[in-house]
Nanobody, 121 residues
Framework: QVQLVESGGGLVQPGGSLRLSCAASGSIFSINAMGWYRQAPGKQRELVAR???????NYADSVKGRFTISRDNAKNTVYLQMNSLKPEDTAVYYCNADLRVRVGVRIQGYWGQGTQVTVSS
């Protein structure tokens, strides 16, 4: 079984910063990519940032220059440093990992339980 456990959400004022963490554990052979998605009330879940095993990253246009995704491969952990937060960043943030549980099987996607980020004065 695979678990993704997120931490670091909370309430922050506009212009502030938060750092999210997501640790993957369990039966994991290899992780191809990890990323962060978010879902605001009444909206669809959207990609925020993603990082693949080689280190390449991609970001939603709305967060470029403000958010930074990084990964510790040894710890199977992904981070999202969020700076200059805006009220429109308010959402539940979900961690995602595309991984293989053993050699030879196909890559599958797994999700964390989500962590609330609220940007408000």
């Amino acid at each position: 079984q695979v678990q993704l456990v997120e931490s670091g959400g909370g309430l922050v004022q506009p212009g502030g910063s938060l750092r999210l963490s997501c640790a993957a554990s369990g039966s994991i052979f290899s992780i191809n990519a990890m990323g962060w998605y978010r879902q605001a009330p009444g909206k669809q879940r959207e990609l925020v940032a993603r990082i693949i095993s080689g280190g390449s990253t991609n970001y939603a246009d709305s967060v470029k220059g403000r958010f930074t995704i990084s990964r510790d491969n040894a710890k199977n952990t992904v981070y999202l440093q969020m700076n200059s937060l805006k009220p429109e960043d308010t959402a539940v943030y979900y961690c995602n990992a595309d991984l293989r549980v053993r050699v030879g099987v196909r890559i599958q996607g797994y999700w964390g339980q989500g962590t609330q980020v609220t940007v408000s004065s």
